[in-house]
């Protein structure tokens, strides 16, 4: 068939992203998954962070995605199955993308245990302005003198957050940082994709390396009998992260990476809120400071897109 005619005003992905035009509605809707992967992902990073305190760090990253890999199976079958044979232009993007997932749970997880959870979601924040620094650097998509402003300005905030050179600085502060980084590089090459890749698949390679990895390093790190109790956080762990990887890349293929980036921001408020019911914490001044810079470059960015799409 045909590929559907396009107005020439009407600003289309690149060819070695995706070939099918934007539609009505497409940044809404990612944005909308966006946002339900950034509370789920979070509600996900509080379980284990409680979980954690009392069995090691990698026998719940290997018992939880055991979790998410029966789940993701699961909610495949009802689509018609699971499709783990990938073609050969998609097993570079499968390979960068199983990188950057391996190697930001690794330094999330860990920088989770040391830090608070508001603040490590803080430097987050600055994630969508790194991909959509790399979109433009990598994939073509337009990003003018405003959005660099924004960039800049987000990273004013993190810095803001890191505070270098100050007592709040340390290595767990770098290891965030390069946790962000590795998300920003997983989320790119999930748009490398072609659209006989299913969501479900990444998403069960994706929690399939992961537990490997868990399982891996626990047997350095040696396991502990959990509770029932344990096993139900566990359970509900696993749960919230088989949603938010779903919505993440499902989020990450529809829309503008541009325009449905800066709503990770969503996760800010969740952590915040989380810290304080659960863990009794509380940013202090300067991470508000900072994260009033990231947020708001984030939202700014939403709005020109919004004028943008208006134009066009």
């Not at 539609?23 to 996900?44: E, H, Q």
């Not at 890749?197 to 868990?214: H, K, P």
């Not at 914490?281 to 960015?301: C, K, M, N, Q, R």
Request: charged share 15%; glycine share 10%.
């Amino acid at each position: 068939m045909a590929p559907p005619l396009v107005s020439p005003l009407r600003r289309v992905r690149p060819a070695s992203i995706r070939p099918e035009p934007l539609k009505p509605g497409d940044n809404l809707r990612g944005a909308a998954l966006m946002s339900a992967s950034m509370v789920a992902f979070t509600c996900n990073d509080a379980v284990v962070k409680f979980v954690s305190q009392d069995l090691p760090l990698y026998q719940v990253i290997a018992l939880r995605g055991a979790v998410v890999m029966a789940l993701i199976a699961l909610l495949a079958q009802r689509q018609g199955g699971l499709r783990l044979r990938i073609d050969r232009a998609a097993r570079r993007p499968m390979s960068l993308r199983l990188l950057g997932e391996l190697g930001s749970t690794l330094l999330f997880l860990n920088a989770l245990q040391h830090m608070a959870i508001g603040d490590l979601t803080a430097i987050m924040q600055a994630l969508p302005l790194a991909v959509m620094l790399g979109a433009a650097l990598f994939f073509g998509e337009s990003l003018g003198w405003r959005r660099l402003t924004a960039v800049l300005v987000g990273m004013a905030g993190v810095l803001l957050i890191l505070r270098p050179g100050s007592g709040a600085f340390g290595i767990w502060s770098l290891v965030a940082l390069g946790a962000m980084l590795l998300v920003a590089l997983r989320d790119l090459s999930t748009r490398s994709f072609g659209a006989q890749v299913g969501s479900a698949t990444i998403a069960f390679y994706a929690a399939a390396a992961v537990t490997v990895m868990g399982l891996v390093l626990s047997l350095f790190q040696g396991w502990e009998t959990p509770s029932l109790r344990q096993l139900a956080l566990l359970g509900l762990s696993g749960l919230f992260l088989s949603v938010g990887y779903v919505t993440a890349v499902s989020a990450m293929r529809i829309g503008e990476i541009s325009a449905v980036a800066p709503f990770r921001y969503t996760s800010l408020l969740a952590a915040i809120i989380l810290g304080l019911l659960v863990f009794g914490e509380w940013p202090d001044a300067w991470t508000w400071a900072g994260s009033a810079l990231v947020v708001g470059a984030g939202i700014y960015t939403i709005w020109r897109e919004s004028r943008l799409g208006r134009r066009a």
